[in-house]
């Protein structure tokens, strides 16, 4: 089956408008409907975090993420695709879950949300794509989500294979695809062959303290991404985007974001498979501050049950202390998942990861902050 998109493989197809390596796994559940292919996947999990030291904290929540699509393949070789995506994380808490170095957006609608990752919006995705068929190599799309993903930085996490596996968010969040869930997008696209060039039309406000809501659309930010499929192993691209007042408690900045990222997917000998990723994002504050981050992860599974990840990160953050002052700051995780297929289509999981966290003395973390998390997790693929 092609993309949505254009005529590439299916597989390709990510969150938003994004792509991965061709390679990579394209799971979920298949049915027909008339004219219409049905898919749908779940992953869920029962999570608990222990992040040790002076400003760790604990807490055992829900996570994931639950699809649906339903695609239409028209006369031409035109595509019509809808989607759907609902998240648990609204029933967490405003406040998220504790996440050392982690800070974005905010839990209450009066403080920022500092060491704990926020929770995502019930309704994550709801967005339709039209896909014109230009020629056999060429085509034009439109995106429109509300809410939905503008064509900045790599797949959303928890869309990557390379993380997948992992149940907690990476500290560069905000720094490379913070905007995967927006109230209002509209994007532009034209595919040839392996490339894609694409405009984003959308607004730049995060979304409020309140999850099970859909906030005003604005329509006042932009951005451009440029990507790259070299071999069936690699996904690459390079976005910038201009954010119109993204945070709600600091109404008059502005935002500059450029990202670049590097996806690899291989299928070894059985079914053995390894995927990384490795990206850079950069914010220019309109007050001058500049921000880098950095992730290197990666996921390999020696054998269909187990799936063994780890992460990677850097960052200059402003949030984390007194002044706003710029802390550069690390982490470190490592994990593992061992799953059970139950059937055809389900699979139960149980998982666990230790993570380690480096920050200068001043920040008050104490000696040796360390992140515990062990989770259980219910996947229909």
């Known amino acids: 089956m092609r993309g949505t998109l254009g005529h590439y493989p299916m597989s390709r197809d990510a969150s938003g408008t994004g792509w991965q390596p061709d ?29 040790s030291g002076a400003r760790g904290d604990e807490k055992a929540f829900p996570a994931g993420m639950v699809m649906g699509a339903a695609r239409r393949d028209l006369a031409g070789g035109d595509t019509l695709n809808l989607r759907l995506m609902l998240s648990p994380d609204p029933f967490m808490g405003r406040n998220g879950y504790p996440l050392l170095l982690a800070s974005g957006e905010t ?48 797949p959303a996490f928890m869309h990557r294979a390379s993380a997948s596996a992992n149940p907690s968010a990476p500290i560069t969040h905000h720094w490379l695809d913070s905007t995967h869930i927006t109230f209002g997008v509209a994007t532009a696209g034209f595919v040839h ?19 099970f809501n859909f906030d005003s659309p604005k329509f006042d930010s932009t951005a451009v991404r440029l990507s790259w ?8 691209q390079t976005s910038w985007g201009h954010l119109n007042s993204p945070e709600q408690l600091n109404p008059r900045e502005d935002e500059t974001r450029i990202t670049a990222s ?13 995927a990384a990723t490795l990206a850079w994002g950069f914010k220019d504050l309109s007050d001058g501050t500049k921000l880098h981050g950095l992730v290197a992860e990666a996921t390999y599974k020696p054998s269909a049950p187990w799936s063994l990840f780890a992460r990677a990160e850097w960052v200059e953050n402003a949030e984390l202390g007194a002044g706003h002052s710029i802390s550069r700051v690390g982490q470190l995780s490592l994990g593992a998942v061992h799953d059970w297929r139950l059937s055809e289509n389900w699979k139960l999981g149980l998982g666990a990861l230790h993570a380690f966290a480096f920050a200068p003395s001043v920040l008050g973390y104490g000696g040796t902050p360390r992140g515990n998390t062990v989770f259980v997790r219910i996947v229909a693929e």
Do not use: C
């Open 23 to 51: 390679d990579a796994a394209h799971g979920g559940i298949h049915a027909q409907a008339g004219d219409w292919n049905l898919m749908g996947h779940l992953s869920l999990s029962g999570v608990y975090s222990n992040q």
């Open 107 to 154: 839990a209450d609608g009066r403080t920022h949300l500092v060491d704990r990752q926020h929770p995502h919006e019930l309704v994550m995705e709801m967005s339709g794509s039209y896909s014109h068929r230009l020629s056999d190599s060429d085509s034009a799309f439109l995106y429109v989500g509300y809410p939905g993903e503008p064509a900045l930085g790599p």
């Open 193 to 211: 062959d392996d490339w894609k060039v694409e405009v984003s039309q959308f607004t730049g406000r995060e979304p409020d303290q309140f999850r």
């Open 262 to 274: 590097a996806q690899y997917f291989a299928r070894l000998e059985g079914e053995t498979s390894i």
């Open 229 to 236: 499929n070299p071999g069936t192993h690699w996904s690459l």
